[in-house]
């Protein structure tokens, strides 16, 4: 079956080449499908489209079909298209021509827009979820270990003095940033572009602020022909967001892998959580920080995969449209892995104390000595030129202390203000509106 099935019909090759693996992608709109077609079936009766019969009768069946996909008893039979034509089928079946009326006044175009919308919302939400519990531990552990010193660096060689507190409060506030992005893809997805038929609307007296606040939508695609050309915008914008977030654990990864290294020796982790070799018995692996690099590498190359995709489209409605779900959906499960894996990883964590007794990190010391001379009434460059005389005749003594103490250094980390940002950032999603709607149209 085929909503736009006529009397002709497709040859196979064209069927199986066109299809690709949409069946299998568009079970997870399925819920979000139905969600749609309970919002706009409601706004046809409201219209004179259907009858308050018929919309007893066809909500009613909508909400089995949508328990039946939740639960797990749904599925895209063989000849059928999509999840589209899927859901009418089966509505048809249970109620007769009363479901053969619910695609006035949409096109397949707008139902898909829809369904990836609300699609979006939700992984977005769990994505936010994902971050926020991530930035908790982060929290956690710069609290544990405020006092903790660790070795700062620039090009890879010695610096300054740093902490492991300022460490994981460092990529907790990256979150914090990463949570921003979240939220402009978030309310670029929470606009409704039902309505918009196939990009140029429809001569139905259509309520579209109704099926807008039915879905718990913030506003809608107001220009029918914006609402088609949101599709791609929106994937990449999602895809950015994405990106963003695999960035920050990416970069922390790749801190693991060398803070792990005997070189190194700032951390170790629990034999439980590493791999050995075949042949090096002494060897404990960092696999699981190699794979969460790897993976975030891969998931911040998606913006560009699908930017390439949209580069030399015009408006309106492509089938080159239909690949954008295989690049940005299995994204979503990757990045909520890689949230869970690196928050299981940051509590087993093993951090070493005194790392800074070893000689080699003297010359950490070295701006804080210049420092010092300047708060004594020596100029900066002249308490420059001696301290990098002392360090060039072997006669430099460090520090005995670290005397950090302005906002965001060694001594202030300021925790709590970071944490009033996060929660700032929470605040503005408002996903209690749209699980309010939605229980409402399941209701």
């Not at 552990?141 to 090009?155: A, C, F, I, M, W």
């Not at 940033?177 to 929470?190: E, F, P």
Request: overall charge negative.
């Amino acid at each position: 079956m085929k909503l736009w099935q006529k009397s002709s019909g497709t040859a196979a090759e064209i069927e199986t080449f066109t299809v690709g693996k949409d069946a299998e992608l568009d079970m997870q709109l399925a819920p979000f499908d139905v969600l749609g077609s309970l919002a706009h079936t409601r706004m046809l009766q409201s219209i004179g489209l259907l009858t308050a019969d018929e919309l007893e009768v066809v909500q009613e069946n909508l909400k089995a079909i949508y328990a039946s996909i939740e639960a797990g008893d749904f599925a895209i039979e063989p000849g059928v298209e999509d999840i589209h034509s899927q859901v009418e089928l089966e509505l048809t079946r249970r109620v007769g021509d009363a479901g053969k009326k619910i695609h006035s006044g949409r096109s397949r175009n707008d139902q898909v827009l829809l369904d990836l919308k609300l699609f979006f919302r939700h992984q977005l939400q769990a994505t936010v979820e994902g971050v926020s519990a991530l930035f908790e531990v982060l929290q956690r552990q710069s609290e544990r270990y405020k006092d903790v010193l660790l070795p700062g660096y620039t090009h890879l060689q010695i610096a300054m003095p740093s902490s492991f507190g300022l460490w994981f409060g460092a990529y907790a506030e990256s979150l914090v940033d990463d949570m921003h992005l979240l939220q402009a893809a978030y309310r670029i997805s929470d606009k409704n572009p039902l309505g918009s038929a196939a990009g140029y609307g429809s001569s139905f007296p259509l309520d579209r602020q109704m099926t807008t606040d039915l879905l718990g939508f913030e506003a809608m695609n107001y220009n029918v022909v914006y609402a088609q050309m949101g599709r791609g915008k929106s994937e990449r914008v999602v895809a950015t967001a994405l990106a963003s977030v695999a960035a920050t654990v990416a970069k922390m990864a790749m801190d693991l892998c060398l803070y792990m290294n005997q070189n190194f020796g700032f951390i170790t982790l629990p034999d439980s959580l590493t791999t050995g070799s075949s042949i090096m018995p002494h060897k404990k692996n960092p696999d699981v920080f190699e794979l969460l690099r790897g993976k975030c590498n891969k998931l911040q190359a998606l913006p560009t995969e699908i930017s390439m995709l949209l580069i030399n489209l015009p408006s309106g409605y492509h089938r080159d449209l239909q690949l954008l779900k295989e690049n940005l959906f299995p994204a979503f499960g990757e990045l909520h892995s890689c949230l869970d894996m690196m928050g299981y990883m940051l509590g087993q964590l093993e951090v070493r104390d005194n790392i800074l007794d070893d000689p080699k990190y003297q010359y950490l010391f070295s701006v804080d000595a210049v420092n010092e001379l300047v708060l004594q009434g020596m100029p900066f460059r002249d308490a420059y030129k001696k301290v990098g005389a002392a360090i060039e005749s072997g006669n430099f003594a460090p520090a005995a202390a670290v005397t950090h103490t302005h906002e965001g250094s060694i001594g202030n980390l300021c925790n709590d203000q970071i944490k009033v940002l996060m929660q700032k950032a929470l605040a503005e999603f408002n996903f209690e509106r749209v699980e309010k709607a939605y229980a409402r149209l399941l209701a």
